[in-house]
């Protein structure tokens, strides 16, 4: 016999963004070093600190042919299926 629910949480992530002449808009969501899942944080403020540590000289960054954005901190909805 197979069960099937769904289970859903809240988590904080970052959300790399540049907008350039070359590539125009591209937003995604910023991955752990190991390229495998989403850098998620459980608090906002935990997401904050980590990026005022790693992604401050995006600034630098705002003219073409880069047109970089600050990263921005977003809330992500994280979803999951379970069968047993």
Not at 24 to 44: A, C, D, M, N, V
Not at 49 to 74: F, R, T
């Amino acid at each position: 016999m197979s069960i099937e629910y769904e289970s859903e949480l809240f988590r904080w992530g970052l959300l790399w963004r540049q907008e350039n002449k070359l590539d125009g808009k591209t937003e995604y969501l910023i991955y752990r070093k190991s390229g495998s899942e989403p850098l998620l944080f459980k608090t906002r403020n935990q997401a904050r600190e980590y990026k005022k540590l790693n992604y401050s000289y995006v600034n630098d960054y705002k003219a073409e042919p880069h047109g970089w954005k600050p990263v921005q901190v977003v809330k992500v909805k994280v979803s999951y299926l379970v069968w047993e």
